[in-house]
Each structure stands twice: as structure tokens, then as C-alpha cells.
């Protein structure tokens, strides 16, 4: 329980700490159009061509800040935006040339980084490992959030009983044996 709960918190500081690394690249580089936000999907947006729909689900950033954020990077000319011509609710985003000169930038950034990795004894095997670990981690989430067992009713407000609190707040076996 506790390795869980370390490594979870591990999760949410080191994003925070990365979030803060980016916006630090670009104060240094004077990018004041763009936010650490808006660059991380830029990146992973790359030279494709894609909807809001799979830019979420790839990146895994909230939908209603994507589209807010996709507004914003076309309104500064990092992106150009294109209805789908078969369904008139899908949007289609890519780089512009502005966009791609700022990709390069990151991609350098992001180079720079991994040639520092050697300073704190972090290798490609190792990152390769942790990378490993994150997956089984995601596909745990992923399975554990749709196999939550719903209580017949609230359980909050009242006391719990032990058996209670073993079938809602336990997680089947079986999520284990998946692995």
C-alpha cells in the first residue's frame, strides 16, 4: 500500500515538476504566445494532421482544455484548424510553419535533456524499465476504473461494515491475474 500511494504522488509531482521544466525552457528561449501547456500538445501533435478527439485520447489532456488550448495556439499561428468535410462537429488540427519551426525548438530541448540524463545516472535501460512499469500502472487505472463496484447506495454519512468495506473498496482479484 504504501509503495502505491509513493508512487502515485511520485506521478502527480514529477508532471508538476515537468509542467515547470517547460515553462523554465520557455522563459529562457522569450516564448511568452505559448504556455508549457499548449508546447506539450503542440509536440504531440507533431506532423500529423488530427482530431481534437484522438489528440485527447493520445495525450490524455482533459477535452475542454484541449479545445481551449487549441483556440489559443491557433490564435498565436502555431496551428490551422479544418472542419472534416464528412462530419461538421469533428475538427481537424495540424502545424503551421510557425508551429513546426517551434516544434524543432522543443525537439532540441528535449534532446539537450536526454544528454543531460547521464549526469544523474539515468540510462536507457532504466528509463526503458520505468517507461515498462508506467504501462502496467496505465493499464491497471484503466481496467480499475471500470471495474469499480458500485454500492446499491451511498455509503457515505454512515458507518461502513467490514464486509461492506471489502466488496466496494477492494479491488476484484481477478485485476491482478491480468498481468
Not at 118 to 135: F, H, I, K, R
Request: hydrophobic content about 40%.
Amino acid at each position: 500500500m504504501q509503495h502505491y500511494l509513493e508512487c502515485v504522488s511520485w506521478i502527480e509531482r514529477l508532471h508538476r515538476l515537468f509542467l515547470d521544466v517547460v515553462k523554465a525552457e520557455l522563459d529562457a528561449l522569450r516564448v511568452r504566445d505559448i504556455n508549457n501547456v499548449q508546447s506539450l500538445i503542440l509536440y504531440s501533435i507533431a506532423g500529423n494532421e488530427i482530431s481534437v478527439g484522438e489528440l485527447t485520447q493520445r495525450g490524455y489532456f482533459l477535452g475542454s482544455n484541449v479545445s481551449y488550448n487549441l483556440k489559443k495556439m491557433v490564435e498565436a499561428g502555431y496551428l490551422e484548424q479544418e472542419r472534416s468535410p464528412h462530419d461538421r462537429r469533428s475538427v481537424r488540427v495540424r502545424l503551421t510553419e510557425k508551429g513546426h519551426g517551434f516544434w524543432e525548438t522543443l525537439d532540441a530541448v528535449f534532446q539537450r535533456h536526454v544528454g543531460l540524463l547521464a549526469e544523474v545516472e539515468l540510462t536507457g535501460e532504466g528509463l526503458a524499465a520505468v517507461c515498462e512499469s508506467l504501462q502496467r500502472l496505465e493499464k491497471f487505472w484503466n481496467l480499475a476504473r471500470t471495474c469499480v463496484p458500485r454500492p446499491p447506495e451511498p455509503l457515505v454519512g454512515r458507518p461502513v461494515s467490514t464486509e461492506e468495506a471489502h466488496t466496494y473498496f477492494h479491488a476484484p482479484r481477478r485485476v491482478a491475474a491480468t498481468y
